[in-house]
């Protein structure tokens, strides 16, 4: 029997390097055709300025600044629409240098009580170590942690677990599938961004849900 259930998810492309935040606006992505112009008709444009760009649509919210860019969406139906936006974007400037790349999950798990809720806590986050230094009861907020990437390229996974209180009990994953694009490992694989994330999208949103439904069911059994 599962003691929870997926609440939302929202998944994210994240780039770290050298961008120019005052040429993406809409019109930019509609011009190259990378979005239907009927997909702006709404657009939430809060700033687009040399230092930084703002915007959101239905599915898609964009931030760029100088030193990152973010693209997200908070609907499953469009993960793929966002690699294909985002492999798009790049492909048109592929001159730009790009250091790191950060292929993002955030998915917020409801528990169905709240007895399980702490059961999951207190596994991830023991209380012993805690009790004579805090008073009780201790409750754990976030827990972090990080392991090398086990395929070909040079990163990391780094899972972030936080507990949830709103209207229902609830745990939340930020698993972030980190890719370093340095010099050495680009003369070796000869990978591309936007090669990268055609061939490593889904994969790493298919372990980012296995990571976080194995680790809520070893702890809620344990």
Known sequence: MEYFSRESEEASIVLVGSFNPAIFHPEWF??????????????NVEIVHQD???????????DVLRNKFIARTHDPSN??????????VFKILYHTPISQLGMNLI????????????????????????????????????????SPRQDSLDGFIRVIVSS?????YGVSFNINSHVELNAKQHKETKYELTEIIAQYWEPAL????EISERILRKAIDT
């Not at 596994?123 to 990080?146: D, F, H």
């Open 30 to 43: 509609v011009s190259h055709e990378l979005i239907p112009q009927d997909d702006i008709k709404d657009a």
């Open 107 to 146: 998915t917020i798990y409801r528990i169905d009580t709240e007895e399980i809720w702490h059961k999951i806590g207190d596994t991830l986050v023991p209380k012993n170590i805690w009790e004579e230094s805090l008073p009780k009861r201790i409750g754990m907020t976030s827990v972090a942690v990080q």
């Open 79 to 88: 993960f793929s629409a966002l690699k294909d936006l985002m492999f798009s």
């Open 52 to 62: 930084l760009s703002k915007f959101s649509l239905q599915w898609l919210g964009i």
């Open 164 to 168: 949830v209180r709103s209207e229902f």
């Open 206 to 209: 298919r372990v980012a849900r």
